[in-house]
């Protein structure tokens, strides 16, 4: 679910693979690899496509939002700026 959130979210954006690639401090090729579900990304490569992409790390996953989850999420956010 992951990779076509992923690929239909950065289409939806207007966003190259480069791009969303160097906002996560990686290639277009490792972007390509996520989207066709070869691979997929750290933690922490989350947290900058979430970024990029406007939106939250569980939307990105295909995960139902809880408040919880969106507490944990917006402290994981201030603790990577």
């Known amino acids: 679910m992951l990779n076509t959130n992923l690929k239909r979210l950065r289409e939806e954006k207007g966003i190259t693979q480069s791009d969303l690639g160097n906002a996560a401090k990686t290639t277009a090729k490792t972007v390509m690899n996520w989207e066709s579900g070869k691979t997929e990304p ?5 947290i900058a496509l979430s970024k990029k992409l406007g939106v939250s ?25």
Request: charged letters at 40%; zero cysteines.
């Open 42 to 46: 750290k933690a922490s490569e989350l």
């Open 57 to 81: 790390i569980n939307e990105l996953l295909g995960r139902k939002e809880t408040e919880q989850s969106k507490l944990i999420e917006k402290s994981l956010m201030l603790s990577r700026d």
